[in-house]
């Protein structure tokens, strides 16, 4: 801080010193002219008021400028100093500043006094708003920097990933070539002997590019055939010959949803839910009524198992799974056309028309069992066909035709079975009342003749 404005605060603090002596004598030349002569403390009270106030002014001024001089001195650390510069300003104040309790000592101007303070507070401000700009600025910078940085990362993550796929696409096609290349030396060459000596095929006449090309053409079609088609021509076996007793019907039974549910808690985990009335169904139908198949696009693996613990008791004679299916329209079907046996004699019991699509006219179409535990149709469908069975048709197609018409046969068979019971009730009520009629007559005839 510079000496003169340490001579601006102190003659600016003297001149308040002078104007509150001045008004302390003016209040105590007019309080007597004013008051009664029986006051005589009232001038010196007012004027001990003003010297406070006067005071008290002061004190804040000082308090006030010392923050703005503090501000000021970290703000700009050029304009401040050290403790000698700091010592030499303060010497040099008390030399100008004139005493406070001599009266006409006061000299500065209060205006140049007011605007050297404003001047200095403002510079300190300004020297703030400075600092926080270059800072600002610095921090603006190393933003950028940082900014730029993580700009030149990214860049770089990316051609890393770039890379990175070029050579997977590389790698690839490079086994794909290998691949394509040993599978046409492989399947593409012409079948040998077993001395060794080439077979002529139908591509032997044509040149070595064309001939391994379509040879290898030929096994992807064969393979493509075998995974699509059923694994055998006759799912099934010859029927029986006499001495040995070969049902006259043919059941295909599906296993999921129509014996069995899968079901999944987090105790068990994934099992096999038995329907209800399970063995008493195989029991009914069983030979020598049918001959009982299952068929299921299940893997062997899984289902195998499952109906060696349905069945122990043995009346299930046949089982085909998933290879035994045709994969046909994104779905495994069930070809009857490779049981080997007359399609006139096989019921096909399923739930699902896409499975039986290729034979509609032999399914038997029940409800999908959802693994509720009062569930009853196997009941009803051991009688309904114990009752088809022992009725002896001849063309099994027409019975299914009659109940394809309806949403659920089971429930129209249990209709109709009503229907027969009352009908035989009824035949019976009408037999007995002849019966009793009869009775009557030829007991009214008797006791005539007797009283004859």
């Known amino acids: 801080m510079s000496a003169a404005r340490w001579a601006h605060v102190a003659s600016s603090l003297a001149g308040l010193s002078r104007l509150s002596g001045q008004a302390a004598a003016r209040a105590g030349s007019v309080a ?13 009270l007012t004027a001990t008021c003003l010297k406070v106030s006067s005071v008290s002014l002061y004190s804040s001024t000082v308090s006030q400028y010392s923050s703005s001089v503090a501000h ?17 300003d303060a010497a040099t104040t008390d030399q100008t500043a ?22 200095s507070i403002l510079k300190s401000r300004a020297a ?5 700009a270059g800072a600002g600025a610095g921090g603006g910078s190393s933003g950028a920097g940082e900014e730029e940085e993580t700009a030149e990362e990214q860049r770089k993550a990316q051609e890393a990933s770039w890379r990175a796929l070029k050579m997977s696409f590389g790698v690839f096609g490079v086994m794909l070539a290998g691949f394509s290349g040993w599978t046409i030396a492989v399947f593409g060459a012409p079948i040998t002997d077993p001395d060794g000596n080439e077979m002529p095929d139908e591509y032997s006449n044509q040149s070595l590019v064309p001939q391994y090309l379509r040879r290898t053409w030929r096994e992807v079609k064969l393979y493509t055939k075998m995974i699509k ?17 070969q049902p006259p019907y043919t059941l295909v039974l599906e296993l999921t949803s129509v014996l069995v549910h899968p079901d999944w808690t987090y105790k068990t985990g994934w099992r096999f839910k038995k329907r209800p009335g399970i063995e008493f169904f195989l029991q009914q139908i069983g030979p020598p009524l049918f001959e009982v198949v299952i068929y299921t696009a299940e893997p062997g693996l899984t289902a195998s198992p499952i109906v060696d613990a349905l069945d122990p008791q043995g009346y299930i004679m046949y089982r085909l799974f998933k290879d035994a299916t045709r994969y046909t329209e994104n779905h495994h079907v069930k070809d009857l056309n ?24 032999n399914q038997l179409k029940i409800k999908k ?18 009752a088809v069975a022992t009725s002896g048709v001849g063309d099994i197609r027409e019975v299914m035709d009659f109940y394809r018409q309806f949403d659920d046969p089971l429930e129209a068979f249990r209709e109709n079975q009503r229907r027969l019971q009352e009908q035989e009730e009824a035949m019976r009520r009408h037999q007995a009342e002849e019966e009793s009629r009869g009775a009557l007559i030829k007991k009214s005839w008797t006791s005539m003749l007797l009283r004859r």
């Open 72 to 88: 000021y001195s970290t703000a700009t650390p050029g304009s401040g100093g050290t403790g000698s510069t700091g010592e030499k």
């Open 128 to 132: 703030e708003d400075a600092s926080r």
């Open 98 to 119: 004139p005493d406070e309790k001599t009266p006409g000592s006061f000299t500065a101007q209060p205006a140049s006094t007011g605007s050297g303070l404003a001047d």
């Open 338 to 361: 490779c049981l080997n046996r007359d399609l006139s004699k096989v019921i096909m019991v399923d739930w699902s028309d896409k499975s039986v699509q290729l034979n509609p006219r």
């Open 32 to 44: 007597p002219s004013r008051l009664d002569s029986r006051s005589p403390l009232l001038p010196r």
């Open 369 to 386: 069992w959802d693994g509720n535990d009062d569930d009853r149709s196997l009941v009803d469908l051991a009688m309904l066909l114990r």
């Open 229 to 245: 088609d059923p694994s055998r021509d006759q799912l099934l076996p010859d029927p029986l010959k006499y001495p040995y007793m």
